[in-house]
């Protein structure tokens, strides 16, 4: 058996180990922290339980096409419920806007909104669940190590419907006038981390996910997914190692042979990084073998990084529902802000998720569990003062929502920001996402799932193919373990 060596125990690194353990591999993941899970790590604290990072579960096909290759399904780790409404938007004067399960209800919501946007609405989901299948079946799982890939006759022959070198934003406007509907389908493509005028059409796939496919939740929080991908780990014999942070990465004649921790020396036939590619790269290889240069890094584009604070509030919350936009601000100059000028934005959107409305068991009877989120540019300052000032101003804001006083009913707080990522995570520039995924960071465009100086030596995550989000980081799993089970056989 193949002695093969994960770093990092995220969505990543959990989902290869679970493939090559089941394809006959020694699987061993080393994880920095003392919980497994990356940025979908939990805590919990005065009774109540916070998810640290991922909050949306859409793209529910691609969680349980994974558990499939088990023989397995997600109801065997998880249970998982559609929420309904999925999520609701928050404009200026506090006009909110709700968006339901059922797709009959949301026709009659677009149509409410602007005439004759119903039939639009029916032909953009259309296009978007056209792009969404093609995507799954003939592009997101592929490895991106040839140009071949994207040479493909099917890819020829739909290339128009694709529409990969459209903007998202100008597709969105071709179909509807309405500024808040605009917003509404426009608003899914920030989990990529660019702004939509930067995004290929092509993405519109998001929106087919979130308004159509739904949006659901895992009872107990999204930190259940990672347990029961855990468990399934250990059921095919795959060893974790905890509060283990690797140092080294040792290679003799162009082949790593030994990861080096703080405390043991795990020798391996071969090594997968699913921690942040920059810091592997960076800080665990000598120069002479790394794939990039720190200019490289330096002119690609990375999504958010994010202000995040975790609170009990003691009492209900009037009007919040489980996923809460907060788009009461001008959203271009947000966008400009972070993208463009690289600032902490001066009058931000913010999101806000009440899971306490969903599930009693993440805070004390009574009371409310509150996630709240600022996207902000990697690399910003960070210091309790800046924390400060936008935790004021996002509980200012949600007052006067609620029309209610949240200020004095905090019982519990602690904020997440730039440089925790940078601390938990060696997440460079302190980013939450990964890499934005614009044109020219899309497929074959990312850093390489392999090192092209050492021969076992491989990538997976948020930072190589296919791109930022769970679900990507599921699929990059599997798209690495088939490459390795293709290049380094069990005789």
Partial sequence: MKKTTIIGGGFAGLSTAAQLAKRGYNVSIIEKNLQIGGRARQFSSNDFIFDMGPSWYWMPDVFEKFFNQFNKSASDYFDLIKLDPGFQMIFSNHETISIPASYTKLEELFEQIEPGSANKLKKFMDEAKFKYEFSMDSLIYEPGISFNELFKKEIFKNLFKLQIFSSYKKHVANYFKN???????????????????????????????????GTYYP??????????????????????????????????????????????????????????????????LDKKYRNYS??????????????????????????????????????????????????????????ACCPSKTDLTVAPEGQENLFLLIPISPGSNDNNHIREKYFKLMIKRLEKYC???????????????????????????????????????????????????????YYTGQLTVPGPGVPPSLISGQVVAKLIAQKHKIK
């Fill in 294 to 351: 720190e200019k490289y890094w330096n002119k690609k584009i990375f999504s958010p990084s994010c202000l995040l604070f975790y609170l009990g509030i003691n009492k209900k919350l009037k009007k919040l529902i489980h996923h809460n936009l907060f788009f009461d601000a001008d959203i271009e100059q947000h966008i400009k802000d972070i993208y463009t000028d690289k600032n902490w934005p001066e009058n931000p959107l913010f999101y």
């Fill in 219 to 284: 009872m107990g929080g999204f930190h259940k997914v990672i347990d029961g991908m855990k468990k399934l780990c250990e059921e095919l014999g795959v060893k974790i190692h905890t509060n283990e942070d690797v140092q080294k990465i040792h290679i003799h004649n162009n082949k790593a042979y030994q990861i080096e921790t703080q405390t043991k020396k795990y020798e391996s036939d071969i090594i997968v990084a699913s921690a942040d590619y920059h810091h592997v790269e960076n800080k665990l």
């Fill in 179 to 213: 500024k808040k509907i605009r917003t509404l389908l426009e608003f899914p493509v920030l989990f990529l981390g660019t702004a939509p005028k930067e995004t290929p059409a092509l993405y519109s796939l998001m929106a087919y996910s979130g308004f159509i496919q």
């Fill in 403 to 457: 029309g209610q006083n949240i200020m004095d009913a905090i019982i519990y707080k602690k904020s997440y920001c730039i440089n925790d990522f940078k601390n938990d995570y060696n997440a460079y520039k302190g980013n939450a996402y990964g890499l934005a995924n614009t044109l020219f960071q899309t497929a074959n465009f990312k850093p390489s799932i392999f090192n092209k100086n050492v021969s076992n030596l």
